[in-house]
Structure formats: C-alpha cells, structure tokens
C-alpha cells in the first residue's frame, strides 16, 4: 500500500493450483520495480530508492521475512513487476500445507466443486 498511488489497485486472490495447492497474490497498478533490482528485494534490508525510505518508512525486512515464512512451508515467493504497470507477489504452497476448511470461511465457495467432492482436477 506504501507504493501505490491515491486511486491506484491492490488485488488479493486465492486461487487452487493444478496440483492441488494453493496461491495467494498480491497485484498492484503501482509504480512497478526496475527489473535489475528484482533478484535482491528479497535481501534483508535491500531498498530499491534508499531515499524513499524517509516518506514510506520501512527497513527492508517485509519480503525478505515472507520469502523465509514461505520456504518454511515448502513454498515459494514469485515476483513479476514492470515499470508503469505494477507489480505482483505470488506465494506459492504445495497441496502438503493446504487443506480445505470444514466450513466455508472467507470466500472458500471459490474452491473448486471437484476438490470439495475428493475427485481430482
């Protein structure tokens, strides 16, 4: 949110993978990251501008704290950004730390039927 302009987007999705695990991104109609900077944002303290750090805050640690949440769970972290499009953050969860809910609780109606009734994809 710290990125993204007044007016701008910020999309939340889950969504099921083919092999039975699951997805969350994080989408935005930000300003995008430069491409040579993409392989460090996940570096503990790496800024992209050090300068912007003053008007946004921050110390660096966000992605880097996700990346290591995710790999303990034998995920992964993907991040796609282009400069005057926006950026997206993708976790990535394998079907071993994924379960459905006894009861729908926020939005698991977007699970797939097949899933639901034990059938595969």
């Known amino acids: 949110m710290r990125y993204t302009p007044e007016g701008g987007r910020i999309e939340l999705q ?4 083919p092999d039975h695990g699951g997805e969350i ?7 995008g990251i430069a491409r040579e900077h993409l392989p ?3 570096e503990r303290f790496y800024r992209v501008d050090g300068s912007r750090s003053r008007d946004t805050g921050g110390t ?8 290591h949440v995710v790999q303990r769970h034998g ?3 993907r991040i796609d950004s282009e400069p005057g ?4 953050f993708r976790l990535k969860f394998p079907a071993t730390r ?4 006894d009861s729908p609780a926020m939005g698991d ?3 797939p039927a097949a899933l639901a009734g034990g059938e595969g994809l």
């Open 25 to 31: 991104s994080v989408i935005d109609n930000g300003p």
């Open 109 to 111: 109606e977007a699970a």
């Open 14 to 17: 889950w969504r099921w993978t």
């Open 40 to 42: 460090r944002l996940t």
């Open 75 to 77: 995920g992964e972290l």
């Open 85 to 88: 499009k926006g950026s997206s």
């Open 60 to 67: 660096g640690l966000g992605l880097s704290i996700v990346k």
């Open 98 to 101: 994924v379960r459905l809910a």
